[in-house]
């Protein structure tokens, strides 16, 4: 059977019928896969099971695998993979793992070299809930009204894991909690496609290089409500068997948190490096 790519949302989102996770594919199948990740920015393969080293492998064809700042999750044999769960050791649902992720953010953002793409791929989901927003950055940006544009045209933001809020359990899980902020442009360009996006973001964004936090601060919630609108979003429903692919340099993403039946979610967890980004964005 042929590669198929079906859209599941307007402004992003897709499915990728046909191609089988657990094999290294042919190099012209990949360059399909890639250009429709580029193309959608967040792409799902359904109904197939992996293990941990089959998830290597299949994330392993985006880039190169990074390890993720927090140390406590990772899976026991693979230092690439986290396991990200709402469980603790003993099946209880842990609140804090519940409620992570539930704010609109990019991951790794506060890298000097942002990663490309995070993947996610399910070991238990609950029967209802427990869904993933993704808005398109891309759109967001297009659409903005050119008041808003003017202001942030040319301006860096300053970002840190965990944001201003970087406070208690987030800040004593990042070993790299007192490092400096890092800066990126406000409007940043894909290294990939060369589009600019908005690239700010509620979770991790600190400030505005240059700019007084009295006046950063409410223009950045500007930013955050322009982008939070419905038109940019798609929402994607577990299913057993699901892996996600999302890029990080062009979208935002975030967990509904809804979990009415308390059940387990757990998903294996992968983060890609951007191999092509230091040399696209100084050039
Ligand atoms: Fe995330």
Redesign the pocket.
């Known amino acids: 059977m042929a590669m198929e790519v079906r859209k599941l949302g307007e402004p992003l989102l897709a499915e990728v019928v046909g191609l089988d996770v657990t094999k290294l594919a042919d190099p012209e199948v990949w360059a399909d896969v890639n250009q429709a990740f580029l193309d959608n920015n967040v792409l799902v393969f359904r109904g197939q099971m992996m293990t941990a080293a089959e998830m290597v492998q299949f994330a392993g064809q985006f880039g190169p695998l990074e390890p993720h700042i927090t140390k406590k999750y990772n899976h026991p044999d693979f230092e690439e993979l986290i396991v990200m769960s709402n469980v603790d050791a003993e099946g209880k649902i842990d609140a804090l793992g519940a409620k992570r ?1 539930t704010r609109w ?1 990019t ?1 790794m953002c506060y890298r000097e070299v942002p990663s490309k793409g ?1 993947m996610l791929h399910t070991l238990e989901i609950p029967d209802e809930g427990g869904d993933t927003l993704f808005a398109n950055m891309y759109l967001a940006l297009e659409a903005m009204p050119a008041a808003l544009k003017s202001r942030i045209e040319g301006r860096h933001a300053t970002f840190r894991y965990g944001g201003r809020k970087a406070v208690g359990q987030v800040r004593l899980e990042a070993e790299d909690q007192d490092a400096d902020l890092i800066a990126h442009p406000i409007m940043r360009p894909h290294p990939e496609t060369g589009r600019l996006s908005v690239y700010v973001n509620p979770a991790h964004t600190v400030g505005i290089v240059g700019m007084d936090d009295d006046e950063a601060l409410p223009l950045l919630e500007e930013i955050y409500d322009w982008c939070s609108r419905p038109e940019f979003q798609a929402r994607h429903q577990w299913q057993l068997g699901d892996t996600v692919i999302w890029d990080n340099r062009c979208t935002w ?1 975030k967990g509904t948190g809804e979990n009415p039946l308390r059940q387990a979610r757990r998903f294996l967890r992968a983060t890609v490096g951007d191999a092509t980004a230091t040399a696209s964005i100084a050039a």
């Open positions: 992720g953010h991951d995070t993403h």
